[in-house]
């Protein structure tokens, strides 16, 4: 049985995700409704912080291209934080950081959203 | 330290349920470290053949959870090879274009990507019919 959890945090205006575990094809729904539940609840302003992530497939990958674009549509988005290198491999394979910003830290993430107002 | 050998050819049959990823992804990993693999390249293999499972999952059974996929282990002198057998609707690898994160992006369309990374972490992809079942080998180079 795949190993996952994700669970939210307000950090000030902006939603934090902690994901944990494994993210493949069986446990990515449980990853969608959480976007899905920020979409309904109005906020736009995400950071998915990885520290606790051991892997990810295709399948978490294709989550966070579903919901980005509604994110910044909204003058939201999802940024990446404390990635591990194997899982920050396989973003960097299929072209995420084009699109995408990554940073080592939560802190880091969150305050680009403040910045920006 | 002698680890026990094993016996090739190792086989694992589950159910097309993406429960069982976990199950395949743990067979995998138990092989491929025995064979000496680095860990990076044992996580290599171990998403190489998660992604085809899902592929099929998705693909050739439609997310029904009673079709067979059967996955079958072999050593050649210098290859480790992964045979995937599924008897779900067939697929045309070669209909499925490389991904452009670009071009997903603005379409919103997902997919594709499995068999890019399959191909990436692999050394061999191979699509075929084996006795009217669908399948895919693998194969990774011994280290």
């Known amino acids: 049985m795949a190993d ?20 493949d094809a069986h446990t990515a729904p449980e990853l969608e409704n959480m976007f899905s539940k920020l979409i309904v609840d109005k906020q736009f302003k995400v ?27 909204n003058q939201g988005d999802i940024k990446f934080s404390n990635m591990n290198d194997s899982v920050y491999n396989i973003f960097d394979l299929l072209g995420f950081p084009v699109l995408y910003e990554f940073y080592k830290d939560e802190k880091e993430a969150v305050n680009k959203f403040s910045i920006l107002g | 330290m002698s680890s026990p050998e094993l016996k090739f050819p190792l086989e694992l049959s589950v159910k097309s349920s993406t429960d069982n990823l976990s199950v395949v992804r743990n067979f995998i990993k138990s092989t491929a470290l025995s064979l000496g693999y680095s860990n990076a390249t044992v996580g290599n293999i171990i998403l190489a053949v998660d992604e085809a499972c899902t592929n099929i999952i998705k693909h050739a059974y439609k997310y029904s959870p009673a079709g067979d996929i059967d996955i ?33 992006y603005k379409q919103r369309r997902i997919g594709g990507l499995g068999m890019y990374l399959m191909k990436k972490m692999m050394d061999e992809v191979i699509y075929s019919k084996n006795k009217n079942r669908n399948q895919v080998k693998m194969v990774k180079y011994l280290p």
């Open chain 2, 72 to 104: 079958e282990l072999n050593l050649s002198t210098n290859k480790f090879i992964i045979t995937i057998l599924n008897s779900g609707i067939e697929f045309d690898p070669n209909l499925i274009p490389e991904p452009d994160i670009k071009e997903y």
């Open chain 1, 47 to 73: 950071v998915v912080n990885f520290d606790q992530l051991n892997y990810i497939s295709s399948a978490g990958l294709g989550v966070f291209m579903a919901f980005v674009e509604q994110m910044r549509d």
């Open chain 1, 4 to 23: 996952f959890n994700v669970n939210l945090r307000g950090v000030g205006s902006v939603s934090v995700i902690d994901v944990k575990g494994y993210l």
